[in-house]
């Protein structure tokens, strides 16, 4: 039986065809203002810390004109507003990682994302993990303010997702012009759902307007024990932020329809019942990506 929440079969083949999807007003405005208001104090937060400790794997900083500055929080169901586990809960989310990954998907991913209002850097032509692609693996950005192609808004290359990328060789050749290439245009509350593999950018832009993008990444739990590069008692512990995501998504909208979560008896974790204990759960190592960078898997000298 086929709930509200899941993706329509066209959306899931249109996906895999083209390795991104586009959903339109996905989340209401209530839980968008909601967000917005916790993002806020998540950047404020970042930008309070030492830049330049190493052991701060929340707040990732960045070379820019005006000096080091923060683009990234990481871990953010533990962080005060506790907004996003509430987003991870809701059957518009978990409707989205059933359809795509299967009942047994794992959330293996929370991150916001943003450019600083007046500048926003470049986010050059990249893949962000390349994996032998026996499953689905991709990125729920749910954005929180207007993305316009004059804002640096995300581009993606339909199609590039079916094998590993020579993205240095892609922007020698075509900067941001790349043929096909499609610039997402989006408004608070929509989602951009993308492949992993699939080659996606953003552009530098001055005189922007602040825009915040949360990213939820899925993957399906069959993909992880065979290929990793997470364990099983690393899974478990991922897989125990759903129950205590679908409880703050309940708290927050006692009226809704909940989602029903349908993971196989035999990975459904024990639910320990305190929601403070598993979330957080760090990263001892990620998969690699394709970048135009020392460490992509496509290396410089293969670059032609």
């Given at each position: 039986?086929?709930?509200?929440?899941?993706?329509?079969?066209?959306?899931?083949?249109?996906?895999?065809?083209?390795?991104?999807?586009?959903?339109?007003?996905?989340?209401?405005?209530?839980?968008?203002?909601?967000?917005?208001r916790?993002?806020?104090?998540?950047?404020?937060?970042?930008?309070?810390?030492?830049?330049d400790?190493?052991?701060?794997?929340?707040?990732?900083?960045?070379e820019?004109?005006?000096?080091?500055?923060?683009?990234?929080?990481?871990?953010?169901?533990?962080?005060?507003?506790?907004?996003s586990?509430?987003l991870l809960?809701?059957?518009?989310?978990?409707?989205?990682?059933?359809s795509?990954?299967?009942?047994?998907?794992?959330?293996?991913?929370?991150?916001?994302?943003?450019?600083?209002?007046?500048?926003?850097?470049?986010?050059?032509?990249?893949?962000?993990?390349?994996?032998?692609?026996?499953?689905?693996?991709?990125?729920?950005?749910?954005?929180?303010?207007?993305?316009?192609?004059?804002?640096?808004?995300?581009?993606?290359?339909?199609?590039?997702?079916?094998?590993?990328a020579?993205?240095?060789?892609?922007?020698?050749?075509?900067?941001?012009d790349?043929?096909g290439?499609?610039?997402?245009?989006?408004?608070?509350?929509?989602?951009?759902?993308?492949?992993v593999?699939?080659?996606?950018?953003?552009?530098?832009?001055?005189?922007?307007?602040?825009?915040?993008?949360?990213?939820?990444?899925?993957?399906?739990?069959?993909?992880?024990?065979?290929?990793?590069?997470?364990?099983?008692?690393?899974?478990?512990?991922?897989?125990?932020?759903?129950?205590?995501?679908?409880?703050?998504h309940?708290?927050?909208?006692?009226?809704?329809?909940?989602?029903r979560?349908?993971?196989?008896?035999?990975?459904?974790p024990?639910?320990?019942?305190?929601?403070?204990v598993?979330?957080?759960?760090?990263h001892?190592?990620?998969?690699?990506?394709?970048?135009?960078?020392?460490?992509?898997?496509?290396?410089?000298?293969?670059?032609?």
């Amino acid at each position: 039986m086929t709930e509200p929440y899941q993706l329509h079969q066209d959306q899931i083949e249109f996906f895999d065809q083209n390795g991104y999807l586009i959903l339109r007003n996905r989340f209401p405005p209530e839980v968008v203002e909601r967000l917005q208001r916790a993002s806020h104090a998540w950047i404020e937060q970042g930008r309070a810390e030492r830049p330049d400790d190493p052991s701060l794997p929340d707040f990732a900083y960045a070379e820019r004109p005006s000096g080091r500055a923060l683009y990234r929080v990481n871990y953010l169901h533990d962080k005060e507003p506790s907004a996003s586990l509430e987003l991870l809960g809701s059957p518009a989310m978990l409707g989205i990682a059933e359809s795509l990954a299967s009942p047994d998907f794992v959330p293996t991913y929370e991150a916001l994302v943003f450019k600083s209002e007046g500048y926003g850097a470049p986010v050059e032509w990249h893949q962000d993990a390349v994996h032998p692609r026996t499953g689905r693996i991709f990125n729920v950005g749910v954005y929180l303010d207007s993305a316009r192609s004059a804002g640096g808004a995300v581009r993606v290359v339909p199609g590039s997702h079916r094998g590993p990328a020579n993205v240095c060789a892609l922007a020698d050749d075509h900067g941001w012009d790349v043929p096909g290439a499609v610039i997402a245009e989006l408004e608070p509350g929509d989602v951009l759902v993308h492949d992993v593999m699939v080659v996606h950018g953003s552009p530098g832009v001055s005189g922007n307007p602040l825009r915040r993008t949360i990213y939820y990444e899925f993957r399906p739990m069959q993909q992880i024990l065979e290929e990793g590069p997470w364990d099983r008692e690393w899974v478990d512990r991922r897989l125990r932020l759903v129950p205590a995501a679908m409880r703050a998504h309940e708290r927050a909208n006692p009226t809704a329809v909940p989602f029903r979560w349908n993971v196989s008896d035999e990975y459904r974790p024990d639910d320990l019942g305190d929601d403070r204990v598993e979330l957080r759960v760090q990263h001892p190592t990620h998969s690699p990506g394709s970048y135009c960078s020392a460490g992509s898997v496509v290396p410089r000298r293969a670059r032609r």
